[in-house]
């Protein structure tokens, strides 16, 4: 199918309105259209003429002033602050002319738009600006705020970069008569997630991440993959499995747009500052600096869940909930008019838990689905959520019940803000503290409630209850306030990073109660083959450690637990309900992060209940799927 030149699109669309609209231009962002009209009448009521267009040519169209029409800023905002109840807590008012948009930012954004959208419209009717509302974290939150200003500087960029990619999106396609993907990583092992999608029309990376631990990268040595060829990235979520290398792309000469949800953006900026600090502090070089980042910062488009958005001429993308962290995503392709669906689950959790909602179910096809299978084998059967969950709080009650200091070592972005949850809720009374990037991203986290349960959506919107501003979470923010806590001797429960005791505050944490009896260390995730942390886990009581450059021996007296089934991936059980509960059996199942035994006997248990092929390639294979 070819599709008409931009130029006969915008004409079409010119046409179609009143002559009265006074176009001044039209300009693609990404996927959709944008229409900048000159006069006032039509940017405040012109909503209904857009609707017959939109109708006719199946694109998304959106109305914006031009600049001249706009109300003078300082006026603007006295005017806004007048519509705007004082309730709703605004924390910054913002314009970006270049889009014609006045950003407002409120702890209640729910107030700003006002009931059915009503206060928006006036302040649109009133101001001549088109109005967008910012969530302000509940948690001051740098990384958010750093964010959202490179979004707001570099909006000049972005409206020429967003109308490239639009023009790239519509620019029509002959036919699409095969698919193909390669596994760049994450094949028979967990870490360094990559898949390339092709086409002959298009090229998509789904993930770019690196293996913690050794940092090795997905093959970007292989033959099919071209950097400079690629159309689009799409990262499932911020794990640095999942996103680690993602910066490393724009190095090596990607200049594309990175898709993604508000949240993974946040946290995936989070991770890979990080990165960058922990190597340097240990003297060796990372794969990219900051500069990267913020290039590819420059280029991220978001998308909510369930958005259906064209990305290249022939795939559509829409993420959904995938039920692992915060904003994380199973990715959907839909390829061609109808031809072909392609499911990417990257991490999922098939269950409740304390914050996210099961992994989705809603679309209608998916011809192939790519699934994890982290704990893919026929025994990998987890406890029942509630069982873990009351463990946990036990296990920490004993703990400080007995004048001890309970250390959990967790991943920032992964079960941290669970486990807040959950202590929170269990009568608990001694001080959580928050150690390493915690509490950033715990900050993160109460800037998108909107990605959690529906449940704890209306205790935090609603009843205005949040676990997150709980009086008992306190944040460490320096190795002096680390210290004191230590030396004071008071019992409470800490959560520091990083959760496999590969360095991090968590390392420090477990030094200083390791010998003492009366404290225990708590694992709740995976700990890989050779973390300190698997070691501790199996219960090596003599553990060699360096301290002011002395190597020293370590004796482990205090008490190590393991809580099962605080996971955010599914266990096998899980993994099979979520296949069933596909709308339709698909036709191939491919198996892939998981260790390679783990990928073998789950290919084998999906092959049996589904009745359909499976497969858990090597690296570097590809599949043709059509
Ligand atoms: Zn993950
Ligand atoms: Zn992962």
């Known amino acids: 199918m070819v599709e008409e030149t ?23 962002e990404g996927s959709e259209i944008v229409i900048y009209t000159k006069n006032k009448e039509f940017f405040a009521d012109g909503t209904d003429d857009i609707k017959k267009i939109v109708q006719n040519l199946k694109k998304r169209i959106i109305l914006r002033p031009d600049p001249s029409i706009c109300m003078d800023m300082e006026k603007a905002i006295e005017t806004i602050k007048g519509y705007v109840p004082a309730e709703s807590g605004v924390k910054d008012i913002y314009f970006e002319p270049h889009f014609g948009k006045v950003v407002i930012e409120a702890e209640k954004p729910g107030l700003v738009i006002g009931k059915g959208g009503e206060t928006l419209r006036e302040i649109k009717r009133k ?33 020429d970069f967003l109308n490239k990619v639009g023009a790239r999106i519509h620019s029509g396609w002959k036919e699409t008569d095969w698919i193909r993907i390669t596994g760049l990583g ?44 690629l159309d689009a990235v799409i990262i499932a ?16 000469g990607y200049d594309g747009p990175l898709y993604c949800t508000l949240p993974t953006r ?30 590819m910062l420059k280029r991220t488009i978001t998308l909510p869940w369930g958005e259906v958005s064209d990305i290249t001429p ?26 072909y669906n392609i499911l990417y689950t990257s991490d999922l959790k098939f269950d409740r838990t304390a914050l996210y909602e099961p992994a989705s179910t809603d679309f209608q096809r998916a011809e192939t689905v790519i699934i994890e299978s982290t704990y893919g084998a026929s025994e990998d059967i987890q406890p029942r959520r509630t069982e873990a969950e009351a463990n946990l709080v036990e296990a920490c009650k004993k703990t400080v019940g007995r004048g001890g200091v309970a250390l959990i070592p967790s991943f920032a972005v992964e079960r941290s803000q669970d486990l807040i949850v959950i202590l929170e809720r269990s009568g608990l009374t001694c001080h959580i503290y928050l150690d390493g990037m915690v509490w950033d991203a715990t900050g993160i986290t ?17 009843k205005g209850s949040n676990p997150f501003l709980s009086p008992l979470l306190k944040r460490i923010g320096s190795h002096k306030e680390r210290m004191q806590v230590l030396e004071s001797k008071e019992p409470c429960v800490v959560i520091a990073t990083s959760g496999m005791l590969l360095g991090g505050p968590s390392v420090t944490w477990f030094q200083n109660i390791a010998e003492n009896e009366k404290n225990s260390i708590i694992f709740v995730g995976y700990q ?22 002395k190597k020293m021996s370590l004796t482990v007296n205090c008490e190590v637990q393991t809580i099962h089934g605080l996971s955010g991936h599914s266990d096998i059980k899980q993994l099979i309900n979520y296949l069933r509960r596909l709308k339709h059996t698909p036709e191939k199942i491919v198996i892939n992060h998981g260790e390679a035994s783990k990928c073998l006997d789950f290919a084998k248990t999906a092959h049996r209940v589904m009745k359909c092929e499976t497969i858990a390639p090597r690296a570097l294979e590809a599949l043709r799927l059509k």
């Open 314 to 339: 022939d795939i559509r993308l829409t993420l959904l909930n995938s039920g692992h962290i915060l904003g994380s995503s199973l990715v959907h392709l839909h390829i061609g008019e109808g031809l």
């Open 266 to 295: 946040d946290q995936m900026a989070l991770l890979c500052m990080d990165y960058i600090e922990v190597l340097q502090k240990e003297g060796s070089n990372a794969l990219y600096s900051t500069k990267e980042i913020k290039e």
């Open 186 to 229: 994450a094949c028979r092992e967990v870490g360094r997630s990559c898949w390339l999608v092709q086409t002959p029309e298009s090229r998509v990376l789904l993930d770019c991440g690196i293996k913690p631990g050794n940092n090795e990268l997905p093959y970007f040595t292989a033959p099919e993959f071209d950097v400079r060829r």
């Open 127 to 159: 101001t001549f600006w088109a109005p967008q509302v910012n969530r302000a974290p509940a948690i001051p939150s740098d990384i958010v705020r750093t964010l959202r200003a490179i979004e707001h500087e570099e909006s000049e960029f972005r409206k």
């Open 237 to 252: 979520h911020a794990h640095m499995d999942h996103c680690g290398s993602a910066p490393l792309l724009y190095k090596m």
């Open 528 to 549: 890989s083959e050779s973390s300190l942390g698997r070691k501790v886990q199996k219960g090596i009581k003599e553990i060699p450690i360096e301290s002011n450059g």
């Open 6 to 28: 931009t130029a006969v699109l915008f004409d079409r669309i010119k046409s179609a309105l009143p002559p009265a609209a006074s176009i001044s231009s039209i300009m693609y």
């Open 446 to 462: 109460t800037a998108y409630p909107e990605f959690m349960s529906k449940e704890l959506q209306r205790q935090i919107l609603q």
